[in-house]
């Protein structure tokens, strides 16, 4: 593909206005089918934080988190960059899309192999300030199938497979994690009984996503590794890969200093409060697999505009619903935090501010889904920036506020990415990108203050009532004032996008390019 860092964008004609609402429908369509997954993963995920909050307790959870952060991180490494460069080189292999496939499966399960011998070679980097015993040594085994995982559901994704994902992620995974969890609380292996649930909820998450994946694309016949292919293949996705492990690292190197800092009581706290906070985040990783196979044919054609449109689309409604469940978490915070525990209920700040965060990294994480496409490089460049301001400041405040100062050291790196990531790539592609608009504010100062409202009463009622009433009013101003055309193609069953007439980003657009088609795409 011609990014704009190795040559001026060419002009291209227009793509047909049904084009651009077919694909608005399948963004529509796999967020759609995503976010039920994100339902679904959310209604498995909290019992497994009520279980391992009151069955193991704040130690054992900080151990359990900062081990499988070692062990994500290092399978992120393996994966090069291929969860969302795997649809770019299978969009330039049309009809080889099963040598891709296979291709990224080999070189990315070396690189994880190489990783899996060093930790366990040296079990201390996944377990520090502890004794070795059991199945910790082997723990990092599990990088292989996390690995296969995550390259197989990329796969499964360019062809719009969006429910192999929900499968693994959002049923098989959690609910295997959860179950497994509080069986082994009552075994003989409940010392070691979250790290064991963890490795079978993997192991299945794995079966799901190979299975399918072997089913959908074939056994590629005629397909044989090829080192320099596929040392070419890890080498042009390096910048991604990169930008890949900084975003991640972003939101676990707070607990890795805090590690350092503090106590496993005090992780096993701010790991409850992280994992709560991450769920609005989750709306925006529900259109990832639709995104990215999107993104990546419009812009390998030089449809420029057309990619500012779904981009502006997707930007909208995961900003309006992050604000909505922002909200209603924030809100009732100290109420939600309790749950796990009495000791978890000092957490409600960091919970706060870990929200705070959720909201200023939205615009930069969907814009981070076309930078990676058109600016590798200065992409890499921002999101080391920032990493960078987010070590720097935590290596101050978290000594001082503990973790508070770990959430509000990511809030300032979120804020700068935010800002400069959205402008970078409107300047790339010649078009706004950002999804905001008024309508969220009018319906997030009404919500806020039912919110004040609903912590005046007791906390059974602010967990049951209390958060559906601040949903609710978000949701129904937001409705009413904020979704106008297209918008409401997320909630549209029939999908059938000449039904709506354009949203107010492709109403503009059009007109754009019916005035001067020419520089469409430029």
Do not use: C
């Not at 366990?120 to 990092?140: C, K, S």
């Not at 044989?224 to 991640?248: K, S």
């Amino acid at each position: 593909m011609t990014t704009p860092e190795a040559a001026p964008a060419t002009a291209h004609s227009a793509a047909s206005p049904g084009m651009s609402a077919a694909e608005t429908a399948a963004l529509a369509r796999g967020g759609r089918t995503s976010f039920i997954g994100y339902v679904l993963r959310l209604a498995a995920r909290f019992p497994f934080l009520f279980i391992a909050g009151r069955l193991y307790g704040a130690e054992a959870l900080g151990r359990f988190a900062y081990a499988t952060m070692v062990v994500e991180l290092v399978a992120m490494f393996a994966t090069l960059g291929l969860k969302r460069g795997l649809a770019e080189d299978m969009a330039s292999r049309p009809g080889h899309e099963a040598h891709a496939l296979y291709d990224a499966l080999l070189v990315s399960l070396v690189a994880g192999l190489f990783g899996t011998v060093l930790l366990v070679a040296l079990p201390e980097i996944v377990f520090p300030n502890a004794d070795i015993g059991g199945l910790d040594r082997f723990f990092p085994l599990i990088i292989v199938a996390i690995v296969a995982s995550d390259i197989s559901l990329a796969g499964l994704a360019f062809r719009h497979d969006i429910a192999a994902t929900v499968r693994a992620r959002s049923l098989i995974e959690p609910w295997v994690l959860s179950l497994a969890a509080l069986g082994l609380a009552f075994s003989a292996w409940a010392p070691d009984g979250l790290i064991i649930a963890y490795l079978l909820s993997m192991l299945a998450a794995a079966a799901a996503s190979l299975l399918p994946a072997v089913r959908n694309f074939g056994s590629a016949a005629g397909w044989r590794p090829d080192p320099a292919r596929m040392w070419a293949l890890a080498r042009r996705n390096v910048p991604l890969a990169g930008a890949d492990i900084a975003e991640w690292g972003a939101r676990r190197i707070d607990i890795f200093i805090l590690g350092r800092f503090a106590s496993p009581e005090i992780v096993g706290i701010y790991y409850i409060a992280q994992q709560i906070a991450s769920l609005p985040q989750r709306l925006k990783s529900s259109f990832d697999p639709i995104l990215a196979p999107v993104l990546a044919t419009n812009l390998a054609a030089g449809r420029n505009g057309k990619a500012a449109i779904h981009i502006r689309q997707v930007s909208f409604w995961v900003g309006a619903a992050q604000i909505g469940v922002v909200l209603a978490l924030g809100m009732t915070g100290e109420a939600g935090m309790g749950l796990f525990g009495p000791v978890f209920a000092t957490g409600a700040l960091v919970l706060a501010v870990l929200l705070t965060v959720e909201l200023l990294a939205a615009q930069a994480a969907v814009a981070e889904s076309a930078l990676i496409y058109v600016a590798r490089n200065a992409n890499l460049a921002w999101s080391l920036t920032g990493i960078a301001v987010q070590v720097a400041l935590s290596l101050v405040l978290v000594p001082l506020y503990g973790g508070v100062g770990a959430a509000a050291s990511l809030a300032a790196s979120a804020l700068l990415l935010s800002i400069g990531k959205s402008r970078l790539l409107a300047k790339r592609l010649a078009h706004p990108v950002a999804g905001w608009r008024l309508s969220m504010l009018v319906a997030g100062v009404p919500a806020f203050a039912a919110g004040f409202a609903v912590q005046q009463a007791p906390e059974p009622f602010q967990l049951t009532i209390g958060l559906f009433i601040i949903l609710g009013v978000f949701g129904g101003i937001i409705w009413r004032w904020g979704f106008k055309g297209a918008d409401r193609l997320l909630f549209s069953r029939s999908l059938r996008s000449q039904e709506f007439p354009a949203s107010p980003e492709a109403a503009a657009m059009a007109q754009v390019e019916a005035a001067n088609p020419a520089k469409t795409g430029a």
